[in-house]
């Protein structure tokens, strides 16, 4: 586990791993979009509703950790805000939660 200190060090350590290169493949951007559509735009944590899309993750709710099938399982997606995501599930997952 990487300490909140080590933060630039985590990036550089996710940045590096095979399945990064997933988020940037158009397969991704479908998947995202249908969760966003499916989930009505709505963060599933606080309940905002975001017009601007830029400003919503299609989160795992169960992190992969490189895992195919959990990547790429729509049951384990969830729209989240990023001020959710950058903040509330990071530390949940950091903590080793889900």
Do not use: M
């Amino acid at each position: 586990a990487f300490a909140p200190k080590d933060e630039r060090e985590r990036d550089r350590f996710r940045d590096q791993q095979p399945w990064r290169k997933w988020y940037r493949t158009s397969r991704w951007q479908r998947l995202r979009w249908s969760i966003l559509v499916r989930d009505h735009f709505t963060c599933q944590r606080c309940k905002v509703i975001e017009a601007d899309t830029s400003r919503l993750v299609a989160n795992h709710k169960r992190p992969h950790r490189g895992d195919e099938r959990l990547f790429w399982d729509p049951g384990n997606l969830e729209a989240a805000c990023k001020p959710c995501h950058d903040g509330a599930i990071q530390r949940e997952e950091r903590r080793g939660g889900a």
